[in-house]
Structures are given as C-alpha cells and as structure tokens.
T-cell receptor, first 115, second 114 residues
C-alpha cells in the first residue's frame, strides 16, 4: 500500500510550459521534501517543509516553487520547463523528530522529460 | 567538505553469492548513517540505521557495520536473491536535530544474475 502518492508517474512536456508535480501523503507527517535524482548521482534537495505554511529552499530551488497549504499536500511547480529539468523527482516525508532519527518515506517519483 | 563516497559504483553477482558494499564519509559532526534500497522505478526504502555507538546491525540477510573512527560503513548481503537487484544508497546525517541535514552517496547498483 502506498502512503505517498506522486502524480503523474511520467510526464513529457515542451520547453517553456508550466508544470506542477503533485505529492500527497496519508501518514500525517509534518516534514516533506522534494529531491531530484539523476542516474548514478546523489539525491539533491530542492525544497522542504516542516509543516503547514512552512517552506524552505534546498540546493536546487532557484527554478521551482512549492506550497504547503495542507499537511497532506506538497506540490512542486516549475514556472517554465527547460530540457535541463529532465530528471526524476522524488517526494519524501518524515515524522516530527530530529532530521536523521527517522527514515525518509519516499514516493515512487515522477519521471519528467522536457523536450 | 562533507561527503559520502560509495564503492563499487556497480556490482554483478550470481544468485546465492554474498557481497559487500562500502560507504566512506567525511560528514562531521556525525549523528547516524542509513542504508536505503531503491528498486528500479521506485523510491528508496530504509534498510537499517547505524548510530555512533553501534558496530553491527542485521536485518534479515542484510548486515550493516560502522567504524566511526575510520568513518566507514559496509552493507553485507548474504545468499543473494534476484530481488536484491537494486541501487543501495548510503545516507549520513550530521546531527539529530531539526537543524541537521542529510548527505547522500551516489549509490551502488547491484545486479544479481540467476
């Protein structure tokens, strides 16, 4: 059973389009994260949130935005997609404890291709 | 610079054989180290966590070790199965507080052949 839902699973879109990647969770976790993952590379933190109305930028945040209006939802928006945005995007949650004390729970990702 | 290095980058073994994956880190201060398994097309799943005081921990056929002095960890897989084919990611946390951050390795891609 999936506790973290990411949609769409796959997306092919043209350059310049605005897109929103959805992430929903049913576990009631306060912390949510967006990571970017390329083949053979480490995960890079894009944005994170410690709760409703809390959002922070990660290492790769300059071209995207997030919102956290409800605990369950943490959508990621690219205002103008570029081929360099082609990647796997992973959403993760974590309960309210020290940052490394509980495991991250990941969704199955959105594979984005920008043509 | 805080880093996490994993080796080998990829590994192919025959079903039933054992293997060991390595993780070296320079993260400081150190809080804990986790090993994640990521199946193709799925998100990573936590296998085990190692804290500063722990040397060895097992989870079924997976055994993780930690040497905090040399800043090295290993993940040993016993009697490999086809379902062990996945990427194994080492993640180090620099402190247990909300202010801490996570450092990810690039993973070891394990392929188990029948």
């Amino acid at each position: 059973e999936a506790d973290i839902y990411q949609t769409p699973r796959y997306l092919v879109i043209g350059t310049g389009k605005k897109i929103t990647l959805e992430c929903s969770q049913t576990m009631g976790h306060d912390k949510m994260y967006w990571y970017q993952q390329d083949p053979g590379m480490e995960l890079h933190l894009i944005h994170y949130s410690y709760g409703v109305n809390s959002t922070e930028k990660g290492d790769l945040s300059s071209e995207s935005t997030v919102s956290r209006i409800r605990t369950e939802h943490f959508p990621l928006t690219l205002e103008s997609a570029r081929p360099s945005h082609t990647s796997q995007y992973l959403c993760a949650t974590q309960p309210r404890t020290g940052v490394g004390n509980s495991p991250l729970h990941f969704g199955n990702g959105t594979r984005l291709t920008v043509t | 610079k805080n880093q996490v290095e994993q080796s080998p980058q990829s590994l192919i073994i025959l079903e039933g054989k054992n293997c060991t994956l390595q993780c070296n880190y320079t993260v400081s201060p150190f809080s804990n180290l986790r090993w994640y398994k990521q199946d193709t097309g799925r998100g990573p799943v936590s296998l085990t966590i190692m804290t500063f005081s722990e040397n060895t921990k097992s989870n079924g056929r997976y055994t993780a070790t930690l040497d905090a002095d040399t800043k090295q960890s290993s993940l040993h897989i016993t009697a490999s199965q086809l379902s062990d084919s996945a990427s194994y990611i080492c993640v180090v946390s620099d402190r247990g507080s909300t202010l801490g951050r996570l450092y990810f390795g690039r993973g070891t891609q394990l392929t188990v052949w029948p």
